[in-house]
């Protein structure tokens, strides 16, 4: 059975960190793609940042050079870094998986992702 399990969220204060993890079990994604997604409150799930099959990596542009995404094999977890935090990010945020070796902006849309987390809820105050 594939889960994929999210923890680390909780709230911090604009200008903070927080790192998520997401634990994956009963699949192995390293020869796919990984992904972290947000939904907003009334506003739809985005792709935040995505871990390619190749170990390279892709952002969305609301948060290139604060968000670090990174893949332990070892422990088939998967965290994004994020640091310079901001009101705005605030969300839900997801883990996704899937073992199709997805190139370019296709990491970053949630169509092409088979394996969900139930999500870790982040709150930024400002």
């Known amino acids: 059975q594939v889960q994929l399990v999210e923890s680390g969220g909780g709230s911090v204060q604009a200008g903070g960190s927080l790192r998520l993890s997401c634990v994956a079990s009963?699949?192995?994604?390293?020869?796919?793609?990984m992904a972290w997604f947000r939904r907003a409150p009334g506003k739809e799930r985005v792709g935040v940042a995505a871990?390619?099959?190749?170990?390279?990596?892709r952002y969305a542009d609301s948060v290139q050079g604060r968000f670090t995404i990174s893949l332990d094999n070892a422990k088939n977890t998967l965290y994004p870094q994020m640091n310079s935090l901001k009101p705005e990010d605030s969300a839900l945020y997801y883990c996704?998986?899937?073992?199709?070796?997805?190139?370019?902006?296709?990491?970053?849309?949630?169509?092409?992702?088979?394996?969900w987390g139930r999500g870790t809820q982040v709150t930024v105050s400002s």
């Open positions: 996704a998986g899937t073992s199709v070796p997805l190139t370019g902006s296709r990491g970053l849309s949630p169509n092409y992702y088979e394996n």
């Open positions: 871990f390619y099959h190749d170990r390279s990596t």
């Open positions: 009963g699949v192995a994604h390293s020869g796919g793609c």
